[in-house]
């Protein structure tokens, strides 16, 4: 059975600080998507890594992908309010995508 | 373009009821999948499709029926309502290859 885990599942970080969220998967992929989730809406893309070593960056995030330890990290720099969400990875083994259950992530001032 | 549509946002069903969570994308994308979110536990694909007349079983398949006859379409069908069918529905579609996914909006599924 495929498992997905995010560690941790809930976070509560002051603004200005830096966190890592983690990822790990248990099958063999080089494909993995993070997607942020705003309290009773729907989900948002936010990265797309398709290979061994992938980093992508978008404002105070920072995604990366490392295959062989089957692992994803989701940085966080200098938190603000607006990051406020839920942060899920998932896994795509072909023509189906397995999600963790998520990160909870809530940036105090 | 809409994107994912989905509808309704919202339905309520007695234990045996049936019916038809309706999704429609116009990105004319070959992907289509359907997950129910449940609290704690993440997104489960329920069932997929690749292209207009295949469809696959995918996590959590069992009491969901879908079809696509159409490349924009691509319904899911519950027979016989139960309880243990309570959740949040998302509907989402990718070009072909397996990238990013769009989501729908969601369905949200209440059954007593």
């Known amino acids: 059975e495929l498992k997905v885990e995010q560690n941790p599942l809930f976070l509560s970080m002051q603004e200005g600080k830096n966190y890592t969220i983690y990822c790990n998967y248990s099958t063999t992929s080089d494909r993995l998507y993070w997607y942020r989730q705003d309290p009773g809406k729907s989900l948002e893309s936010l990265f797309v890594l398709l290979s061994n070593g992938a980093v992508k960056q978008e404002g105070r995030l920072m995604a990366s992908l490392d295959t062989k330890a089957r692992l994803s990290t989701l940085h966080i720099t200098a938190a603000v309010h607006d990051l406020s969400a839920t942060y899920f990875c998932a896994v795509d083994t072909g023509n189906q995508f397995y999600f963790g259950t998520g990160t909870s992530l809530t940036v105090i001032p | 373009n809409a994107g994912v549509t989905q509808t309704p946002k919202f339905q309520v069903l007695k234990t045996g009821q049936s019916m038809t969570l309706q999704c429609a994308q116009d990105?004319?994308?070959?992907?289509m999948s359907w997950y129910r979110q449940d609290p704690g536990m993440g997104l489960r694909l329920i069932h997929y499709?690749?292209?207009?007349?295949?469809?696959d079983q995918g996590e959590v398949p069992n009491g969901y029926n879908v079809s696509r006859s159409t490349t924009e379409d691509f319904p899911l069908r519950l027979l016989s309502a139960a309880p243990s069918q309570t959740s949040v529905y998302f509907c989402?579609?990718?070009?072909?290859?397996?990238?990013?996914?769009?989501f729908g909006p969601g369905t949200r599924l209440t059954v007593l």
């Open positions: 499709s690749v292209g207009a007349g295949i469809t």
């Open positions: 990105m004319n994308h070959e992907y």
């Open positions: 989402a579609s990718s070009p072909r290859g397996a990238n990013e996914q769009f």
